[in-house]
Every structure is written in structure tokens, then in C-alpha cells.
């Protein structure tokens, strides 16, 4: 790469993805040379089972489709950019990415010699296919605001993609990244939804979402052949059923949400099991829908959020060390962006809001939750014994775990809610920006959509980290959604397994695990 340009680069644990230099803008995802290399350290054999949860409306192994079957598609399908261990850009199918002085015009280029799971190479026209999939309106996938800036899509050559964006845009290096951006062959869009055709580390060889999918290793992969031959995804609609599947030995893993305090002690000091706690920018709360009385105040959305003692909640249903307090914005402590400041429990302060807005002796609503994660009963009651002091009664509805991300989220006017780890732009904007697809809260607001503008537009690092603590303050100030935490997420393996990496959700590489029998 020629001319001046900027380096991603870890300082005092934090990582620093934008920045502008002089006579050009430069993002050069110098991944670990290392992964490049990585061969297995054992012979490849064995089958590595873990569950999904069948409550999510999987449907079809399409990545960017509403009811992308994510577990499958993290294994058999890869981005352009992956996140590393510390959440850092790191090349995937792209090698190297760059952008012009204003960030207006971005290239990528693209890792020779990769064959898609049907014997075909990739190149650029695969990635400018993929694009304008996600981006297709009739297709209407919710990860179209994922690249919302882009305005063409355009392959110089084979090994080359130039990106023009609609505005100046300093982080699209991190948009790419998200776990539904990932590469499909040219012409696919009719078929992807069930052959699940990629470049990853593993085939799909039998979907069956309600039941067993099994994939199996790709022998062409990049990175190297994986550790295990098979994998097996099997669907279990109940969070108990899961942890009784993962005691009886049916499957290896058990995490990233499917461990509650209580359940961890069934796992923590048995010669059976190990288990991993890794931290991570997952986060659960409880949301309260902005167009429905009474949440239509502000006044009352705070009140209802500002009557807890977050560390506490933590502590009752994560567990102590389970989770990182945050302020009711989704930005976790890893990420450049995110906002410090305290959010204590305000018991009189609840009460004056509630007075003020016309309800001087409480408010009572009704809270529907399900058994579909074994952290949300327990947060649900938590929630609702610490703001009764606030005066706010809450009832509690149960709902069944299968279906419920279908027929109860963004439906009923009070309820649980979960989302993995994402960038602070992407999150925001994908959650908080009015009309978006899941727009959980159904918040809409012009001002805010304007300062989400202003945020991707900036090209100084400092200015754009203000506008983004700015979106962060008014969540807290205004908004409907009561995020008291980020989760460290316990992950449970069998003794038998190998190679997993005490990593979140979205940088796992299973293709250096290794079973043994």
C-alpha cells in the first residue's frame, strides 16, 4: 500500500478503528499471519454437537434472510472482514481494505485461490452479487441497514471491489464485520436459502432446523482443514431441556445465553465438563414500546428504568462476575465508542417522574416473558420485586419458548429482550433508528436519526466519539429499552472437546476444534 496511512492498532486495551491521516485513509487489517498457517495438531475425526434454540423462527439458511439459521451459516459461510479475539477488524476474504482522504470511495482486496463449497472460485463478482442481495428491497432483509451508506458496488477485477458510499464514512470496515455479511455465489439468491453454499470451514449436507442439521468438514478450506469431521446442530425449543441434553451427553456445548447462575453450578467443578467464561458485548433487557400508552412518556420510561439497582440485578441472575452494568445503551465496554457515566438506582426520583406524569400513586403493567433463555424468568422477577419500591406494579406473563422471537417480540407491549455483540454504529442504527426493520421500541425520533447521520458522516475520530456518546446519553435520558447489562456469557464443553477459544459469539473459529472419544 502506498502513500501515508493509518493502521489498525490496540492502545491500553482499547481498540482505535478510525482515524484520518494527511493525504490518505487507511484501514490495514494486518490479521495474525499465523491464522493463515494453522494446520490441525490432530487427525481430523469425531462429531462436535451443539443445540439451537428453536424460539429464534430459524428458517432457511440464507445469512442475510430474516430467518437466517445462524448457527449453520457462522460454519459454512465467510465475510469479508471477521472480527479478531478483541473485536478488532481482522481480514476474512478480504485482504486489505482501503479508503480515499474524505472516505467516500473505499477498495477491497480479495484472498486469492478460495473455492466455494460447489468447486467455483470466488471473486469480486461474488461479493457484488451478495451485496446487492442484502441490499435487494424486495428481498427485504433486516441486514440492509448494515450497509445503508453504500452507494455502488463495483468489481475493478477479479480481486478487487470499490465500494462508493453515499457520504463520508469512517467505519465501514466494522459494518462488514457483522455476522450476516457473508459471501455466496454469484446467481445464488433463489437456492442459498437451502444448499447454504459458501467458502467456510464446514458443507451443509442436511438441514432440518427443527430437528438434526449436519454439516461436514471442507477439505478445501483456507485456513486449513478443520479439527472434527462432523458437526451436528440439533433444535431444542426449551432452555432446560438444553441443559438437560448437555448433562446426558446428547450435546458439547452449552452457552452464549443458555446459562443461567443456577444451571452453571450443574457444570462448574465436574470432571465431565469445562467451563469458559468469556466477555462479551451481549446484552438482555426489557423493553417498553414507545407508541403504546403509557410508555409514550418519557417521563415514565425513565421512572420505570431508573428504579433498579443494575449491579444487583447481575448478581441475582447472572451471578457475581456475570455481567458489566451499562446505562441502558447497547454499547459495550469493549467498543471505541462507548459512554461512561453512572446510572444509580433513583427510587424518589422514580416516584416524582411517575407523580409528574399524572400517576401519583404507581402505575401496573403487564411483563411477557418466556423460558426461552434461563435468564429471562429470573430477570423478570428481579425486575419486577426491585421497582414495586418505586411503586410500579408489574405482572408477570409467561409465553411459550417456541415462537416467541415470532409472536411476542415487537408485538407485546412489555417484554424480555436479548441481542450478541454488534459495533456502536451498527447497533444504534439498527435498533434505535426509526422505521428499522427491528426497532424494537419503536422509537422515532428525527433528531436522533439526524445525530446517527452526523456520527457516520464525521471523519475527526474525537467529534464522532462525542456524537456517539451523545446517542448514548439521550437511550438513557429518553428511551424505552432497560439494558442494565453487558453479559460475560459462560460457556459449558464436555471434557472431550478441544481447541474452543474463550471468545464471544461472532469470533469463534470452529475449525480448530478437536473432539476426542
Given at each position: 500500500?502506498?502513500?501515508?496511512?493509518?493502521?489498525?492498532?490496540?492502545?491500553?486495551?482499547?481498540?482505535?478503528?478510525?482515524?484520518?491521516?494527511?493525504?490518505?485513509?487507511?484501514?490495514?487489517?494486518?490479521?495474525?499471519?499465523?491464522m493463515?498457517?494453522?494446520?490441525?495438531?490432530?487427525?481430523?475425526?469425531?462429531?462436535?454437537?451443539?443445540?439451537?434454540?428453536?424460539?429464534?423462527?430459524?428458517?432457511?439458511?440464507?445469512p442475510?434472510?430474516?430467518?437466517?439459521?445462524?448457527?449453520?451459516?457462522?460454519?459454512?459461510?465467510?465475510?469479508?472482514?471477521?472480527?479478531?479475539?478483541?473485536?478488532e477488524?481482522?481480514?476474512?476474504?478480504?485482504?486489505?481494505w482501503?479508503?480515499?482522504?474524505?472516505?467516500?470511495?473505499?477498495?477491497?482486496?480479495?484472498r486469492?485461490?478460495?473455492?466455494?463449497?460447489?468447486?467455483?472460485?470466488?471473486?469480486?463478482?461474488?461479493?457484488?452479487?451478495?451485496?446487492?442481495h442484502?441490499?435487494?428491497?424486495?428481498f427485504?432483509?433486516?441486514?440492509?441497514?448494515?450497509?445503508?451508506?453504500?452507494?455502488t458496488?463495483?468489481?475493478?477485477?477479479?480481486?478487487?471491489v470499490?465500494?462508493?458510499?453515499?457520504?463520508?464514512?469512517?467505519?465501514?470496515?466494522?459494518?462488514?464485520?457483522?455476522?450476516?455479511?457473508?459471501?455466496?455465489?454469484?446467481?445464488?439468491?433463489?437456492?442459498?436459502?437451502?444448499?447454504?453454499?459458501?467458502?467456510?470451514?464446514?458443507?451443509?449436507?442436511?438441514?432440518?432446523?427443527?430437528?438434526?442439521?449436519?454439516?461436514?468438514?471442507?477439505?478445501?478450506?483456507?485456513?486449513?482443514?478443520?479439527?472434527?469431521?462432523?458437526?451436528?446442530?440439533?433444535?431444542?425449543?426449551?432452555?432446560?431441556?438444553?441443559?438437560?441434553?448437555?448433562?446426558?451427553?446428547?450435546i458439547?456445548?452449552?452457552?452464549?445465553?443458555?446459562?443461567?447462575?443456577?444451571?452453571?453450578?450443574?457444570?462448574?467443578n465436574?470432571?465431565?465438563?469445562?467451563?469458559?467464561s468469556?466477555?462479551?458485548?451481549?446484552?438482555?433487557?426489557?423493553?417498553?414500546?414507545?407508541?403504546?400508552?403509557?410508555?409514550?412518556?418519557?417521563?415514565?420510561?425513565?421512572?420505570?428504568?431508573?428504579?433498579?439497582?443494575?449491579?444487583?440485578?447481575?448478581?441475582?441472575?447472572?451471578?457475581?462476575?456475570?455481567?458489566?452494568?451499562?446505562?441502558?445503551?447497547?454499547?459495550?465496554?469493549g467498543?471505541q465508542?462507548?459512554?461512561?457515566?453512572?446510572?444509580?438506582?433513583?427510587i424518589?426520583?422514580?416516584?416524582?417522574?411517575?407523580?409528574?406524569?399524572?400517576?401519583?400513586?404507581?402505575?401496573?403493567?403487564?411483563?411477557?416473558?418466556?423460558?426461552?433463555?434461563?435468564?429471562?424468568?429470573?430477570?423478570?422477577?428481579?425486575?419486577?420485586?426491585?421497582v414495586?419500591?418505586?411503586?410500579?406494579?408489574?405482572n408477570i406473563?409467561?409465553?411459550?419458548?417456541?415462537?416467541?422471537?415470532?409472536?411476542?417480540?415487537?408485538?407485546?407491549?412489555?417484554?424480555?429482550?436479548?441481542?450478541?455483540?454488534?459495533?456502536?454504529d451498527q447497533?444504534?442504527?439498527?435498533?434505535?433508528?426509526?422505521?428499522?426493520?427491528?426497532?424494537e421500541?419503536?422509537?422515532?425520533?428525527?433528531?436522533?436519526?439526524?445525530?446517527l447521520?452526523?456520527?457516520?458522516?464525521?471523519?475527526?475520530?474525537?467529534?464522532?466519539?462525542?456524537?456517539?456518546h451523545?446517542?448514548?446519553?439521550?437511550?438513557?435520558?429518553?428511551?424505552?429499552?432497560?439494558?442494565?447489562?453487558?453479559?460475560?456469557?459462560?460457556?459449558a464443553?464436555?471434557?472431550?472437546?478441544?481447541?474452543?477459544q474463550?471468545?464471544f459469539?461472532?469470533?469463534?473459529?470452529?475449525?480448530?476444534?478437536?473432539?476426542?472419544?
Amino acid at each position: 500500500m502506498d502513500g501515508e496511512g493509518w493502521m489498525v492498532v490496540l492502545i491500553s486495551g482499547k481498540l482505535n478503528y478510525g482515524g484520518i491521516m494527511k493525504k490518505r485513509y487507511v484501514l490495514f487489517a494486518a490479521a495474525s499471519v499465523a491464522m493463515l498457517s494453522i494446520t490441525s495438531a490432530h487427525a481430523q475425526s469425531g462429531t462436535f454437537r451443539q443445540s439451537h434454540n428453536l424460539g429464534v423462527g430459524v428458517q432457511d439458511v440464507d445469512p442475510a434472510s430474516s430467518g437466517r439459521f445462524w448457527q449453520v451459516t457462522e460454519k459454512t459461510m465467510s465475510r469479508l472482514v471477521r472480527p479478531g479475539e478483541s473485536g478488532e477488524p481482522e481480514p476474512n476474504l478480504a485482504t486489505e481494505w482501503s479508503a480515499n482522504d474524505s472516505a467516500t470511495e473505499w477498495i477491497f482486496k480479495l484472498r486469492e485461490g478460495v473455492k466455494f463449497h460447489d468447486g467455483t472460485s470466488f471473486d469480486a463478482a461474488d461479493v457484488v452479487y451478495t451485496l446487492e442481495h442484502v441490499r435487494d428491497p424486495k428481498f427485504d432483509s433486516p441486514a440492509a441497514s448494515v450497509i445503508s451508506m453504500v452507494d455502488t458496488i463495483e468489481a475493478v477485477d477479479p480481486l478487487t471491489v470499490k465500494m462508493k458510499l453515499k457520504a463520508p464514512y469512517a467505519d465501514l470496515a466494522l459494518q462488514l464485520m457483522d455476522y450476516r455479511m457473508r459471501m455466496i455465489p454469484e446467481g445464488s439468491a433463489d437456492t442459498i436459502a437451502t444448499t447454504g453454499i459458501g467458502t467456510g470451514p464446514f458443507i451443509l449436507v442436511t438441514l432440518d432446523p427443527e430437528g438434526t442439521t449436519v454439516l461436514k468438514a471442507n477439505p478445501d478450506y483456507w485456513e486449513g482443514p478443520p479439527g472434527v469431521e462432523t458437526i451436528e446442530v440439533i433444535g431444542i425449543a426449551d432452555a432446560q431441556a438444553r441443559v438437560q441434553a448437555m448433562q446426558s451427553g446428547q450435546i458439547d456445548m452449552l452457552g452464549f445465553g443458555d446459562l443461567s447462575a443456577q444451571n452453571l453450578l450443574l457444570f462448574e467443578n465436574n470432571p465431565k465438563f469445562k467451563v469458559l467464561s468469556i466477555f462479551t458485548g451481549d446484552w438482555m433487557g426489557i423493553v417498553f414500546r414507545t407508541d403504546t400508552e403509557p410508555f409514550t412518556d418519557a417521563r415514565i420510561r425513565r421512572a420505570v428504568r431508573i428504579a433498579t439497582d443494575r449491579q444487583a440485578l447481575i448478581d441475582l441472575v447472572l451471578g457475581p462476575g456475570g455481567g458489566i452494568v451499562t446505562c441502558d445503551h447497547p454499547v459495550w465496554t469493549g467498543d471505541q465508542y462507548r459512554a461512561l457515566f453512572d446510572c444509580p438506582q433513583q427510587i424518589d426520583e422514580a416516584k416524582r417522574l411517575l407523580a409528574e406524569a399524572g400517576y401519583p400513586d404507581g402505575i401496573e403493567f403487564d411483563m411477557t416473558t418466556s423460558n426461552i433463555d434461563p435468564r429471562f424468568v429470573p430477570l423478570a422477577e428481579a425486575y419486577q420485586q426491585q421497582v414495586a419500591k418505586a411503586g410500579i406494579k408489574v405482572n408477570i406473563v409467561m409465553a411459550p419458548a417456541d415462537g416467541y422471537w415470532s409472536e411476542v417480540w415487537m408485538k407485546e407491549t412489555v417484554v424480555n429482550t436479548m441481542w450478541g455483540q454488534r459495533p456502536a454504529d451498527q447497533i444504534l442504527n439498527e435498533d434505535w433508528r426509526s422505521g428499522a426493520p427491528w426497532n424494537e421500541t419503536y422509537w422515532n425520533r428525527a433528531d436522533f436519526d439526524q445525530l446517527l447521520d452526523e456520527a457516520r458522516r464525521e471523519l475527526d475520530f474525537e467529534k464522532r466519539k462525542a456524537l456517539y456518546h451523545r446517542l448514548q446519553r439521550i437511550l438513557y435520558e429518553e428511551g424505552g429499552s432497560f439494558i442494565p447489562y453487558h453479559v460475560n456469557q459462560p460457556v459449558a464443553l464436555t471434557a472431550r472437546v478441544s481447541g474452543f477459544q474463550a471468545v464471544f459469539t461472532d469470533a469463534v473459529r470452529y475449525h480448530l476444534i478437536h473432539v476426542s472419544d
